[in-house]
């Protein structure tokens, strides 16, 4: 099958499955029903997705998580990060079907290995501009910071967090530079400090 044609049945059966995650959960959701929706067979699914879990993160990987691959420096990456809330904001029903189908570790994998090389990108390019890369622990932070993100979009994507994405951006680049440049600052203390 050509290139072109497999990209567009896989993103016909995007569109379904995002239309039917609106009306109802992903395990109420059947493979035949959106190959009907896109006049295919059900071999044409199978020839592009295992199974329906296949598609949703086929579809958060070229939608959403494809907004933060193209943010490549310390200063665009907020940008990446204001286009995902975006994304999510757009597609909130579908987004909360996902959240409430989805077992947490299996919608953390969708997200974690992306969302982690960006973080650690600016983590490492902030602790390099303060000259403390060999003193703090980059991957620490990194994790850390991976982990608090993901609970705050979720929040957020839930309702429990009143804040536009522009708030919340704001608040995350300065809780992080905040932190590495305190690290920072404490190191070099400790260092003075040490005979």
Request: charged share 25%; with cysteine.
């Amino acid at each position: 099958m050509p290139y072109a044609v497999s990209e567009h049945t896989k993103a016909m059966l995007c569109q379904a499955l995002k239309k039917k995650m609106v009306q109802k959960p992903l395990d109420k959701i059947t493979i035949r029903e959106l190959a009907d929706d896109c006049g295919l067979k059900r071999q044409a699914f199978y020839y592009h997705f295992q199974d329906i879990y296949d598609l949703v993160r086929w579809m958060f990987q070229e939608e959403a998580v494809s907004l933060l691959k193209r943010q490549e420096g310390a200063l665009l990456w907020q940008e990446g990060l204001l286009q995902l809330f975006q994304y999510l904001q757009e597609n909130r029903a579908v987004c909360l079907c996902a959240l409430n189908s989805l077992s947490r570790p299996h919608l953390k994998r969708l997200f974690f290995s992306d969302i982690h090389a960006i973080i650690r990108r600016s983590v490492t390019q902030i602790t390099d501009f303060l000259g403390c890369s060999d003193d703090t622990e980059p991957e620490m932070f990194t994790h850390f910071y991976v982990i608090a993100l993901a609970g705050l979009v979720e929040s957020w994507l839930l309702g429990e967090i009143d804040k536009t994405p522009g708030q919340l951006i704001q608040f995350t680049d300065t809780l992080i530079q905040n932190q590495i440049r305190g690290a920072a600052v404490q190191l070099q203390e400790q260092a003075s400090d040490t005979p």
